[in-house]
């Protein structure tokens, strides 16, 4: 059974656009390398033929999953009147110290902790879910520690 896989329309969006990508652009690309590689003879003991063929799985690997994400998407569409976290809001919390970090909720598929985009299934996205501004949320790590975070804000 395949997970429902939750997605914003700006996720949507980008994985459309790389899938277009890599079935126009890139595999023409990839072809062309092996073309170009096959010329220089016996592929056998042809690097050139090997990094392009390596390539071109990983190229059509990914349009194979990507493909599959899009199939099994459920598309959110944020609501623009409500005051809880959910899938798509922007959420500014507060740690205990007083730092301020700003994350956005987006679905597993979406997920990018260095661009602050934080899967709704990590521990931190589980445990913001549904809350409002203000409220204090303990967050339990895997390794067994609890944080606390306030919602200072929710943007939609």
Do not use: C, W
Not at 8 to 23: A, I, N
Not at 100 to 123: T, W
């Amino acid at each position: 059974m395949q997970k429902e896989i939750a997605l914003t329309v700006e996720g949507q969006q980008k994985l459309e656009d790389e899938l277009l990508h890599l079935t126009t652009t890139k595999r023409r690309e990839v072809g062309e390398r092996i073309k170009e590689a096959k010329e220089f003879g016996d592929i056998s003991e042809n690097s050139e033929y090997d990094d392009a063929k390596n390539e071109q799985a990983l190229v059509e690997t990914r349009i194979l999953e990507i493909n599959q994400i899009l199939a099994h998407a459920t598309i959110i569409v944020s609501p623009k009147k409500n005051d809880k976290v959910f899938l798509g809001s922007k959420v500014e919390l507060q740690d205990a110290d007083g730092d301020i970090h700003v994350y956005r909720v987006v679905g597993s598929a979406e997920a990018d902790p260095a661009a602050d985009k934080i899967s709704n299934e990590s521990p931190v996205g589980q445990a913001i879910m549904g809350h409002k501004k203000g409220d204090v949320v303990p967050v339990h790590l895997p390794s067994g520690k609890v944080i606390e975070y306030t919602v200072v804000s929710i943007h939609h």
